[in-house]
């Protein structure tokens, strides 16, 4: 990554093959790292590395760019690093970088003497360093992409308002707070202040925008709770189906325009949470030798209380055995989603379109989401068998829900829950409603 020219440290990185047409065949990045001192190379080459990977990664993308233009970027960013570290030494050393940069600039023509000239005076859009920072941080593939649309939201607000980098003060992030984040919903606005400040972060601590931590614009940038009198309704919240929504979902004909080879995964899935009240991810992620015994042998889950065996509904026999047959014992039961990266979100897509398709859908005014979801099949088998009679601390056992010690000091301590029968009345006493 480093070589020593003579007095001076240059950094360097192989091009990956399907970028080296827009380096016109090269095979090697090299840049001068303008510095004899392998401590201060180093510095530079850890701050000048993930920004040239960002820059391989929108040329694997197709991304149309002008290499020249971006070179001449990365360039000016170096040039202000040196800089700014010249000032510190003051004397010659400042003189020098200054006379370096403007020496380098009038070396340049058009749009990429522009670029260089803007990346030394710290001028980028808002979303310059957005790749490079989602890189550095490494979120899980779902919250990086949550957290690119919250960043790219602020950018495009800017380019509205005309702001570059430079131009982001305490005053304009209050702008945006009080006009753009406030009126969301209270957990997308906080989800949002928490990717601003993030990058911020990083910005500052990478040197892109002048400051220390406590200079950082988001900080102390609270969100009003938006606390209102309770009007009558305000306290719905996500529901079970009715009943003639899930006759709606169970057997309408299948939407046109949607993908056949989702039909018969979204119909069993749908089954076997309504038959069984387990939750979405439980249901997806069994595996074949966790199905035995005439019971869903469930593992772990998202509560201690999760893991728990679920007897199995007669009217769900048909659905295993078709989905266990000729299988190994660690494939998945739901093997078409197994290649998923996140198989819990890939699903409940396909399932919302499908209930939107069929119009099984409850907006409300600000709600945010939909009072019905695939959890309302869980919901639905919960409030079912109440219906039917049975025993609130044996449907807790069945659908794994905590024991509330607090309230039942003598089923929270002192019992081992329902017994396999009880269990397996609770989940019979369960019948979905009939198509006509």
Request: contains cysteine.
């Amino acid at each position: 990554m480093l070589d020593l020219k003579g007095q001076t440290w240059w950094f360097r990185i192989a091009i990956p093959q399907a970028c080296r047409s827009y380096f016109n065949g090269t095979t090697m990045y090299l840049q001068s790292l303008e510095t004899g001192d392998i401590k201060v190379a180093i510095a530079r080459r850890d701050k000048l590395e993930p920004e040239v990977r960002a820059l391989f990664a929108r040329v694997k993308t197709g991304e149309v760019i002008s290499t020249s233009e971006e070179l001449a970027e990365l360039r000016g960013e170096l040039s202000k690093a040196a800089i700014a570290e010249a000032l510190t030494e003051g004397g010659e050393a400042a003189e020098d970088a200054v006379w370096a940069a403007e020496a380098e600039a009038d070396s340049l023509r058009g749009k990429a003497r522009e670029r260089f000239t803007r990346a030394v005076a710290g001028d980028h859009p808002v979303d310059h360093y957005l790749d490079a920072y989602l890189s550095a941080i490494k979120l899980a593939p779902k919250t990086t992409n949550e957290r690119r649309g919250l960043i790219n939201r602020f950018a495009r607000w800017c380019m509205g308002e005309k702001y570059r980098l430079p131009d982001i003060t305490r005053k304009a992030a209050g702008r945006y707070v009080t006009e753009i984040v406030e009126p969301m919903d209270r957990s997308t606005a906080k989800k949002h202040m928490t990717a601003l400040r993030g990058y911020w972060e990083y910005l500052i601590k990478r040197g892109h925008v002048a400051g220390t931590a406590e200079d950082n614009p988001w900080l102390g940038q609270e969100v009003a709770s938006g606390r209102r009198r309770v009007e009558r309704g305000d306290n719905e919240g996500e529901r079970p189906f009715t009943e003639a929504e899930l006759k709606t979902l169970l057997y309408s004909e299948y939407p046109h325009g949607m993908d056949n080879d989702h039909q018969q995964q979204i119909a069993d899935a749908l089954r076997i949470s309504c038959l069984s009240g387990m939750r979405m991810a439980e249901v997806l992620t069994l595996w074949v030798e966790e199905v035995h015994d005439d019971i869903f042998d469930i593992q772990q889950g998202k509560t201690r209380s999760a893991a728990r065996k679920v007897p199995i509904h007669p009217d769900l026999l048909e659905i295993i055995a078709r989905r266990t047959r000729d299988k190994q014992p660690k494939e998945w039961l739901f093997h078409e989603l197994s290649e998923e990266r996140d198989p819990g979100d890939t699903f409940g897509k396909r399932f919302n379109r499908y209930r939107k398709h069929l119009k099984v859908d409850d907006v409300r005014p600000g709600k945010r989401r939909s009072l019905v979801n695939f959890h309302s099949a869980r919901r639905w088998f919960i409030t079912q068998a109440r219906h039917a009679g049975q025993t609130v601390e044996t449907v807790k056992d069945v659908v794994g829900h905590v024991s509330d010690k607090k309230k039942d000091i003598t089923f929270g301590v002192y019992t081992q829950g329902a017994s396999e029968k009880q269990m397996r009345d609770c989940v019979g006493a369960v019948v979905l409603p009939r198509s006509c």
